[in-house]
C-alpha cells in the first residue's frame, strides 16, 4: 500500500507588501528546514486594511489586523496566520494560541524626513514642523519631549505613507525600523530614536504566528523558528499590557533586553497630550518573563496609570 504525501500547510497572511514580505520569509524558512512538506500562503483582507480614512484609535483594534485571519484558521480554511506580533491582540480567541516568536528586527521607531531637512534630527526641526504618525504611544512621548512640533495623523501602507512625506504633506514622519528594512527601504531611515525619546509598542520587530491550540502537528513545525531570547522579551511585553489593559492605541511604550539569563523591561504610560507620563523598570529571571510584565503593570498602577488610562479611555469613548 502506497502512503499519501503528507498534506500541504495553509499559511494565512494579510494581502499587504510588508504582510506578504513577512509571511513569505515564514514559508521559506519552513520549506528549508521541512523540504517533504509543501506550504501554500493564502491571503485575506482585514478590516485594518479596509478602514484607511479614520484614526485607529476611533475604531477599536481588538484584532482590527487579526480576526478574518482568527476565523479561517479556527474554521479550518488555514492552519497558522503570520502576524506582526505587535498587531496581535494580547487575549486571543478561545482555541487559538501563539505558537512561535520569531527573532526580532531591531524594534525601535524611527524618523523619515522630507528632502528639505536631509540636516535635521529629531530635536533640531523647527518649530512647527509637521510631523506625522498614526500611533498614540508615539504621539503622546513626542509630544512629551517636543511640544513645539506640530503633530498629524497620517494613515496608509508604508509606500502611501512615503508618498505623502515626499509629496511634502509632512516634514518628517514616525515608522518602526523593522517595516522600512524588511522592505528593503533601510536607506529612508533618518534616524532609529532611541529608546529615551521614543519607547516602542509591544512585539514590535517580532512576528508571531498564531495557530490553533490543539495542532501540534502545526506547533511541532513551528519549533523551528521560535527565537527563545525574543520569545522572553515579547511575553514580558505581552504581559504587561495585557495587565494595563490598554490595545496599541494607547499610549503605552516598553523596551527590554537580555543580558544573561537577566531580563530587564522598562514600560511607559501617557497621557494622549504627552504632558503626564509614568515610566519604571524591573529586571528578574527571563524565564519569569510574563511575571515580570505583570509586576512592572502593577508598579505602573501604583505611580498613577490607573488614572491616565480611565482619562483615556474615557475620551476615546466620547470621540467614536
Same mark, same amino acid.
Given at each position: 500500500? !502506497? ?7 495553509? *499559511? ?37 486594511? &479596509? ?6 484609535? &476611533? ?7 487579526? &480576526? ?9 480554511? *488555514? ?23 520569531? /527573532?526580532? /528586527? ?20 523647527? =518649530?512647527?514642523?509637521?510631523? #506625522? ?20 495623523? *497620517?494613515? #496608509? ?9 515626499? +509629496?511634502? =504633506? ?8 523593522? $517595516? ?22 509591544? #512585539?514590535?520587530?517580532?512576528? #508571531?504566528?498564531?495557530?490553533? +491550540? ?5 506547533? /511541532? ?31 503605552? $511604550?516598553?523596551? %527590554? %533586553?537580555? =543580558? ?8 511607559? !504610560?501617557?497621557?494622549?497630550? $504627552? ?22 503593570a502593577h508598579n505602573l498602577r501604583q505611580q498613577g496609570a490607573t488614572? *491616565?488610562?480611565? +482619562? ?9
Amino acid at each position: 500500500m !502506497v502512503s499519501s504525501p503528507p498534506r500541504s500547510i495553509r *499559511i494565512g497572511s494579510r494581502k499587504s507588501q510588508l504582510a506578504l514580505v513577512q509571511t513569505h520569509w515564514v514559508q521559506a524558512e519552513l520549506q528549508q528546514r521541512f523540504a517533504d512538506r509543501k506550504f501554500e500562503v493564502h491571503t485575506m483582507s482585514t478590516q485594518g486594511d &479596509k478602514i484607511l480614512d479614520v484614526a485607529l484609535a &476611533k475604531i477599536g483594534d481588538k484584532g482590527l489586523f487579526t &480576526k478574518e485571519l482568527e476565523i479561517g484558521m479556527l474554521q479550518g480554511e *488555514i492552519d497558522f496566520a503570520v502576524h506582526s506580533l505587535k498587531d496581535l491582540p494580547t487575549r486571543l480567541p478561545e482555541g487559538l494560541m501563539l505558537g512561535c516568536v520569531t /527573532e526580532r /528586527e531591531d524594534p525601535a521607531d524611527a524618523l523619515v524626513v522630507h528632502a528639505r531637512h536631509q540636516d535635521k534630527q529629531i530635536d533640531t526641526l523647527p =518649530e512647527g514642523a509637521v510631523v #506625522g504618525t498614526s500611533s498614540l504611544r508615539r504621539l503622546a512621548q513626542l509630544q512629551h519631549h517636543y511640544p513645539h512640533l506640530a503633530f498629524k495623523d *497620517i494613515r #496608509g501602507n508604508l509606500n502611501t505613507r512615503l508618498q505623502k512625506l515626499d +509629496a511634502g =504633506e509632512f516634514d518628517a514622519i514616525i515608522l518602526a525600523v523593522a $517595516g522600512l528594512r524588511r522592505l528593503g527601504m533601510a536607506e529612508r531611515i533618518h534616524q532609529v530614536l532611541p529608546p529615551e525619546v521614543s519607547l516602542h509598542a509591544v #512585539g514590535q520587530g517580532a512576528l #508571531g504566528i498564531e495557530c490553533r +491550540a490543539e495542532d501540534s502537528e502545526i506547533l /511541532e513545525l513551528l519549533k523551528a523558528l521560535e527565537h527563545q531570547p525574543t520569545a522572553y522579551r515579547c511575553y514580558a511585553e505581552r504581559s504587561f499590557l495585557r495587565e494595563l489593559e490598554g490595545g496599541c492605541q494607547v499610549p503605552i $511604550g516598553v523596551n %527590554t %533586553t537580555i =543580558e544573561g539569563n537577566t531580563l530587564t523591561l522598562t514600560g511607559m !504610560v501617557a497621557s494622549l497630550d $504627552g504632558q503626564q507620563m509614568v515610566k519604571d523598570s524591573i529586571s528578574g529571571a527571563a524565564t519569569e518573563a510574563e511575571a515580570l510584565g505583570i509586576q512592572l503593570a502593577h508598579n505602573l498602577r501604583q505611580q498613577g496609570a490607573t488614572e *491616565i488610562l480611565e +482619562a483615556i479611555f474615557t475620551e476615546i469613548q466620547r470621540g467614536s
